[in-house]
């Protein structure tokens, strides 16, 4: 928990926000701004800044085995999953959540 940290309020329920899916190590919720027809963020309950401080490979695991789980859930086949890492990246919300994004054609490479 980083007492400053916008998604781990998320996590905390201290900022309101409808959790699409939540297990023991991970919630996911909808994008505030999204930017497809569906657009959601999966991120671990313990903060991590960014993908380069993930201490271990459970953590990874645990993040991105719930996402074919959702997706399914949500009857979803195809989909973007992006994750940024640092400022240069687009990264501005540092503990780490991957964007599941699907409802469009998505162009390639990203912008
Ligand atoms: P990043 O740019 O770090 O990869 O993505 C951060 C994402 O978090 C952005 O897409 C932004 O819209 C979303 N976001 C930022 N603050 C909030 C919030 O308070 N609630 C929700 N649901 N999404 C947020
Ligand atoms: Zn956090």
Redesign the pocket.
Known sequence: MSSDC?FCK?VNKE?P?NFIFENDKVIA?????PQAPVHF?VIPKKHYSSLNDIDSKEAFADIFSAIPEITKKLEIKEYRTVV?TGESA????FHI?V?VMAGRKFDWPAG
Do not use: P
Not at 29 to 33: A, S
């Open positions: 916008i998320i900022i926000s919720f909808n994008d505030l701004n963020l940024n687009g990264q501005t919300v959540h964007h």
